[in-house]
């Protein structure tokens, strides 16, 4: 026989998924219905608008992709670019590195702005690689690097690529409800997120969301979009049309859990939950530093939701990882590339981002004889 379900009650604190409100686990037990239910479809209303709301943006193409964040990533890049497109990607960890893989795999011409792990790209960077492709179709920048824990300034980046009448394109997978993120105010032309982060509702789902500038160029394509599945152009009447048609069936229960986390961070409030992200990084920091961890990245760029710390010397990341894993149900994150088996990676995140997470990994580490600061 198989055994039930039987997960340890867990406390997340790693790069993703996040603890999920009880609220938002209850929602996912409502009764199925129909995907083309009058009632599902007023749901699938709410969310559009609840997402337009905390992405900050009136665009009407916004919607939710049926899969994680990844799904959200292909879904840009197949539908903007085109073969022999020319596209400027800043690569400065993971994710950066996987839009250059997805746009290369469009047969678009990639540009790279490489810069080392754990730093940001500037102005300067862009100016610098504009001299060489002056007239790039889109720019894309991971807005929170997860791999490393920088923040990329976008606000004083988007003039420079609108400049060069390129489309910006970002990641908001991580910063997404954690850090101040305005899609209008900063002209974002092409975005998307998950679910599973900053939000707090199990992964699996990827809002994203496309200006006018950026549906023109839609709707100006000469070749079909390699994706049946991500195909704008087919889903979009999914979500948005004056009648509904079927495309796929929607992930009803992982719809529902949207609904509910996206009611609780409206009922917090946007600027409210920046704000309280900022404010349990200070406390994580300051009791981080008091045991010797290091932070990877300069203070200036240091996304306040995802910590990445290097360990005081003469530990051993993966096995203390392990213990607090198994021994104090803590989940934490190791690095990757680069960083892999030196840094770790502390999410405070959502539900996750409160003073009691802090203070149980504190005491936790505190309270473990292997660790030694
Ligand atoms: C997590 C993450 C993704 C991918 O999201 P999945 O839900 O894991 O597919 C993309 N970009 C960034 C910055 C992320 O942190």
Same mark, same amino acid.
């Given at each position: 026989m198989y055994n039930e379900l039987n997960t340890s009650t867990r406390i997340l604190m790693g790069p993703g998924p996040s603890d999920a409100h009880p609220r938002v686990l209850k929602a996912m037990s409502t009764p199925l219905i129909g995907h083309l239910d009058p009632e599902f479809v007023r749901i699938m209303d709410e969310v559009k608008s609840m997402v337009q709301e905390t992405f900050i943006t009136k665009n009407h193409l916004t919607f939710v992709v049926s899969a994680p964040g990844s799904a959200g990533m292909e879904t840009c890049l197949v539908n903007l670019l085109e073969p022999r497109d020319e596209v400027i990607i800043a690569v400065n960890g993971v994710f950066g590195s996987r839009m250059v893989d997805i746009a290369e795999r469009c047969g678009a011409i990639v540009h790279k702005i490489e810069v080392e792990w754990g730093t940001v790209v500037s102005s300067k960077d862009i100016k610098n690689i504009l001299d060489d492709c002056? =007239?790039?179709k889109l720019v894309a920048l991971v807005h929170a690097e997860t791999s490393t824990g920088a923040l990329q300034p976008i606000k004083e980046i988007s003039d420079l690529v609108h400049n060069a009448g390129a489309l910006l394109m970002v990641d908001a997978v991580t910063s997404y409800c954690g850090v101040e993120l305005k899609v209008d105010e900063w002209n974002i032309d092409a975005i998307y997120t998950g679910t599973?982060?900053?939000?707090?509702?199990?992964?699996?789902l990827s809002p994203v969301s496309f200006s006018d500038r950026a549906v023109k160029v839609l709707e100006d394509r =000469?070749?079909?979009?390699?994706s049946w599945f991500l195909d704008l152009s087919l889903v979009k009447n999914y979500w948005g049309g004056a009648k509904r048609a079927y495309h796929h069936t929607a992930p009803v229960s992982s719809v529902y859990a949207l609904h509910e986390s996206l009611r609780i961070v409206i009922e917090e409030g946007l600027e409210n939950r920046w704000k309280r992200h900022q404010e349990i990084h200070q406390i994580l920091k300051m009791k981080l530093e008091s045991l010797g961890f290091r932070y990877l990245v300069n203070e200036e760029y240091r996304l306040p939701n995802l910590n990445s710390v290097f360990l005081p010397e003469g530990n051993d990341e993966a096995m203390i990882r392990s213990k607090l894993l198994n021994d104090y149900n803590i989940e934490v994150g190791g690095g990757l590339g680069d960083f892999a088996g030196k840094i770790w990676r502390i999410g405070i995140m959502?539900?996750?981002?409160t003073r009691n997470h802090v203070n149980m990994l504190i005491s936790a580490l505190q309270d473990m004889k292997e660790f030694k600061n």
């Amino acid at each position: 026989m198989y055994n039930e379900l039987n997960t340890s009650t867990r406390i997340l604190m790693g790069p993703g998924p996040s603890d999920a409100h009880p609220r938002v686990l209850k929602a996912m037990s409502t009764p199925l219905i129909g995907h083309l239910d009058p009632e599902f479809v007023r749901i699938m209303d709410e969310v559009k608008s609840m997402v337009q709301e905390t992405f900050i943006t009136k665009n009407h193409l916004t919607f939710v992709v049926s899969a994680p964040g990844s799904a959200g990533m292909e879904t840009c890049l197949v539908n903007l670019l085109e073969p022999r497109d020319e596209v400027i990607i800043a690569v400065n960890g993971v994710f950066g590195s996987r839009m250059v893989d997805i746009a290369e795999r469009c047969g678009a011409i990639v540009h790279k702005i490489e810069v080392e792990w754990g730093t940001v790209v500037s102005s300067k960077d862009i100016k610098n690689i504009l001299d060489d492709c002056p =007239k790039p179709k889109l720019v894309a920048l991971v807005h929170a690097e997860t791999s490393t824990g920088a923040l990329q300034p976008i606000k004083e980046i988007s003039d420079l690529v609108h400049n060069a009448g390129a489309l910006l394109m970002v990641d908001a997978v991580t910063s997404y409800c954690g850090v101040e993120l305005k899609v209008d105010e900063w002209n974002i032309d092409a975005i998307y997120t998950g679910t599973q982060k900053c939000l707090s509702a199990p992964p699996g789902l990827s809002p994203v969301s496309f200006s006018d500038r950026a549906v023109k160029v839609l709707e100006d394509r =000469k070749t079909k979009v390699q994706s049946w599945f991500l195909d704008l152009s087919l889903v979009k009447n999914y979500w948005g049309g004056a009648k509904r048609a079927y495309h796929h069936t929607a992930p009803v229960s992982s719809v529902y859990a949207l609904h509910e986390s996206l009611r609780i961070v409206i009922e917090e409030g946007l600027e409210n939950r920046w704000k309280r992200h900022q404010e349990i990084h200070q406390i994580l920091k300051m009791k981080l530093e008091s045991l010797g961890f290091r932070y990877l990245v300069n203070e200036e760029y240091r996304l306040p939701n995802l910590n990445s710390v290097f360990l005081p010397e003469g530990n051993d990341e993966a096995m203390i990882r392990s213990k607090l894993l198994n021994d104090y149900n803590i989940e934490v994150g190791g690095g990757l590339g680069d960083f892999a088996g030196k840094i770790w990676r502390i999410g405070i995140m959502g539900e996750s981002c409160t003073r009691n997470h802090v203070n149980m990994l504190i005491s936790a580490l505190q309270d473990m004889k292997e660790f030694k600061n």
